[in-house]
């Protein structure tokens, strides 16, 4: 038989048995009871759906399972979502849209025509990585692409020229005519637009036109002839990827809105393809993994493609699977049926041959157990030798004396945290830093913890890296991050803090769909807590801290909005009989004291002044620095005192800040944050002293019967005028401590981690 002849009978095979599978799993529903399972001819699985209960519709699941089924010009039913047209949904995470074509055109005098900028906004959806890219086409033309990626706003751009069609190559997608370029994972909420350098008047007799789209690289081969042809594609097909959520499968199984139903597996995402989990049917089952029963048993014996039993084997089917049980007259031999025969006797060769085999195979056993005992040793004397280079023995005697408090740190194993971060794997990573990574991690009492891996302790500082340990585990307030432990078993220390799941202040600050949901009475209660957190640092621990990194970034929230400090990474302690600290420079770059970053000499009241950029900062919605803005509104604390100078306050407050909040009251915040920000440490007020007047603030709020006009005029008065000890000229002075920035100290540029 020929090659070809074996294709062909291949090919067949393969249809038959596509067309059995297909036919098993059409005859379990899709959809849930009572609801429509299709919208012309594209099929809706759940969780999608088309009417109001028919798709997820859970306001803990990120995602828009909606589908709006309407007629389209031709009146024929078209499925939606969004406001672009859906051709297909796979259960495999797939959705295949028609998306719009962004097209800039012009008149032979380049005069421009009607052009459109394409968006795309579904909650919870990415766009395909592996499917898509991002196509420029014209000989005129540059493109950009913007979206959201991992939070952060994300553009990228591509470029195509050309003199004539002489120099394209047809199906090359180089720059000459058209340009591609591949999409990051995870990204989101995209829009594109097209653009001409020149109006397309070099180039108007053969591509009159500038072309923008996302399509399905499978389904796109380039022609000279797409440069005028182009215009008459309105939508051209894409690919989304959907999930369930946005978190992994041990999480959500643990919730109860979790999707997968029975007889089905989770898997998660990999990387590359967003966040959230998927279900599968297991083997031996099908149908539609996100029902409650959508997964049910395929009778493999009912179909004989689906089945391998032969002719001396009856097939039996069991739950999820099945069986070739041998006929009457046969022995299972192997994977064989043979017809039955009485049992030969061994020889004396095939015993000899088994007595070896045998003892070869305990030979092979006592020399690995042997190997892995002697490994298991050595792997011991590895964790001693660390320990006792961590400091684990002075830190055990440091310990030792606290037996009786019910504050004092644990040491932990390596197992124990290798099994709570599953061997730290990537996927558990909530944060990193410049002092190491962060992972969640899950105990065997249910506790879930955070466990920072830190860089590795100078030898030198270890006696005060366990003191710092020592210190920190006896810390006991509210909105300061719990130290539980730590690990000094491994090359790198890991330090184990209490975990605290709703993100960051940065987070809430600058991500657009959490700003409105924090009102002025909880604003001013985070900062009011903030302030009493580096307050008891600085004063009530039974060793004064300076925090050194304070920052938004630094600062997490819980589910009640409750301040929680964090990130000791930088701190330093301070003896009870010195006021100030010489160190080399380190912080943030807008977070950093001015006078700490001339002199190198630390003091409490360097919180202070990183402290009064996270009040504005919350204050006005801006970051700490914005390198794309004009000079004076790059730093944000020379912007606001400027403002506050020229008394424009309200002009640099975030807008729903200064419409809720009381103006006298804003006023106030306003001129504690300018002593904050004093360039002379003497000039600013002690945390003590701003956690004091911020709850009286909070407490003038409370009660509305308090006449809080009464010193509106001294008020004013204050915000109208800079601090005498604060003479100088704002602008010229920010402008040298940023250039002194760059010349004498390496510095975070944070990222909102």
Same mark, same amino acid.
């Given at each position: ?41 594209? $099929? ?69 025509? &009607? ?37 952060? &706003? ?28 591949? !999409? ?7 829009? !594109? ?23 399905? +690289?499978?389904?796109?081969? !380039? ?10 594609? +309105?939508? @051209? ?12 499968? /041990? ?34 089952? %099908? ?18 493609? @689906? ?73 011991? =004397? ?35 945290? $290798? =099994? ?47 003191? /710092? ?19 000094? /078993? ?68 819980? %589910? ?19 006021? +100030? ?18 002199? %190198? ?24 620095? @914005? ?39 804003? =006023? ?6 300018? =002593? ?17 007047? @911020? ?46 920035? $760059? ?11």
């Amino acid at each position: 038989m020929g090659f070809h002849s074996k294709l062909v009978q291949v090919i067949r095979v393969g249809v038959i048995l596509s067309a059995i599978m297909a036919a098993a799993i059409t005859a379990f529903p899709i959809a849930l009871p009572n609801c429509s399972d299709s919208c012309g001819n594209v $099929k809706i699985p759940y969780p999608f759906g088309t009417t109001e209960g028919c798709y997820l519709d859970d306001t803990a699941v990120d995602g828009d399972y909606f589908i709006n089924c309407t007629n389209n010009t031709y009146g024929q039913p078209q499925p939606m979502i969004s406001n672009i047209n859906v051709t297909s949904i796979s259960m495999e995470g797939e959705i295949d849209i028609q998306m719009y074509n962004s097209i800039d055109c012009y008149h032979e005098n380049g005069t421009p025509l &009607p052009n459109n900028n394409p968006w795309l906004r579904v909650s919870g959806f990415t766009v395909s990585v592996t499917k898509n890219k991002f196509m420029a086409v014209g000989c005129d033309t540059y493109a950009y692409l913007n979206g959201i990626l991992k939070g952060q &706003p994300f553009s990228v751009g591509c470029l195509s020229v050309c003199n004539n069609t002489r120099s394209i190559v047809n199906g090359t997608c180089s720059g000459i005519g058209c340009c591609q370029i591949d !999409f990051p994972p995870d990204l989101r909420d995209v829009n !594109f637009k097209a653009y001409s350098f020149k109006n397309h008047t070099q180039v108007w007799k053969f591509n009159p036109c500038s072309f923008a789209f996302i399509i399905q +690289e499978e389904k796109f081969n !380039f022609s000279s002839d797409y440069l005028i042809s182009l215009q008459n594609n +309105e939508t @051209l097909p894409m690919a989304l990827d959907w999930a369930i959520g946005n978190e992994t499968c /041990e999480v959500a199984r643990n919730k109860a809105n979790y999707v997968c139903g029975g007889n089905s597996t989770c898997i998660d995402l990999n990387p590359n393809n967003g966040s959230g989990y998927r279900c599968n049917c297991m083997v031996g089952y %099908s149908g539609n993994p996100y029902l409650k029963d959508g997964c049910q048993d395929i009778n493999e014996c009912d179909v004989k493609e @689906l089945n391998n039993c032969t002719s001396t084997q009856f097939c039996v089917n069991d739950v999820g699977s099945y069986r070739c049980l041998c006929i009457e007259g046969y022995n299972l031999d192997g994977k064989a049926c043979v017809p039955n025969q009485p049992a030969p006797k061994l020889s004396l060769a095939i015993s000899l041959t088994i007595g070896t085999g045998v003892g070869l195979i305990v030979m092979l056993v006592c020399c690995s157990w042997l190997y892995l005992t002697v490994k298991q040793r050595k792997f011991i =004397k590895l964790k001693e030798k660390f320990f006792t280079q961590n400091g684990g023995i002075i830190l055990q005697q440091q310990l030792s004396g606290q037996e009786n408090s019910t504050e004092t740190a644990k040491i932990f194993t390596t197992e124990e945290l $290798k =099994k709570a971060t599953n061997n730290y794997d990537e996927t558990l990573i909530i944060g990193r830093g410049g002092f190491g990574t962060v992972y969640k991690g899950f105990l065997s009492d249910n506790r879930i913890v955070a466990i920072k891996k830190a860089k590795i302790v100078d030898q030198s500082q270890i006696e005060q890296f366990i003191n /710092e340990v020592v210190v920190l585990s006896q810390i006991n307030h509210r909105n300061v991050v719990k130290l539980l432990g730590c690990c000094l /078993e491994t090359s790198v220390p890991l330090l184990v803090y209490e975990f605290i799941p709703n993100g960051t202040l940065f987070e809430y600050i600058h991500n657009k769909k959490k700003v409105s949901t924090i009102s002025w009475e909880t604003c001013i209660r985070i900062v009011t807590e903030i302030a009493e957190a580096l307050s008891y640092l600085h004063s009530a621990a039974s060793t004064p801290i300076i925090h050194r990194d304070v920052k938004s970034s630094n600062i997490l929230l819980d %589910s009640s909005y409750t301040v929680k400090v964090s990130d000791f990474g930088a701190s330093r302690l301070v003896p009870l009989d010195q006021t +100030e600290v010489a160190t080399m420079v380190q912080g943030t770059i807008g977070y950093l004291d001015p006078e700490y970053l001339y002199t %190198s000499q630390l003091t409490e009241k360097s919180d202070v002044y990183s402290f009064g950029v996270v009040l504005i900062e919350l204050l006005t919605r801006r970051k700490a620095v @914005l390198f794309d803005k004009p000079e004076m509104e790059r730093s944000l604390v020379t912007y606001f005192l400027i403002s506050l100078e020229e008394n424009r306050l309200f002009d640099v407050l975030e807008k729903h800040i200064a419409t809720e909040g009381n103006v006298e009251q804003l =006023k106030e915040v306003a001129n504690l944050a300018r =002593k904050c920000l004093s360039l002379k440490r003497e000039d600013r007020p002690t945390m003590k002293e701003v956690a004091t007047e @911020l709850e009286g603030l909070r407490k003038m709020e409370k009660h509305s019967w308090i006449n809080v006009n009464s010193n509106s005029e001294e008020t004013e008065h204050l915000l109208a005028t800079t601090s005498d000890s604060s003479n100088y000229d704002v602008r010229n002075k920010s402008t040298e401590v940023y250039d002194s920035m $760059k010349d004498h100290v390496m510095l975070d540029f944070d990222d909102g981690r």
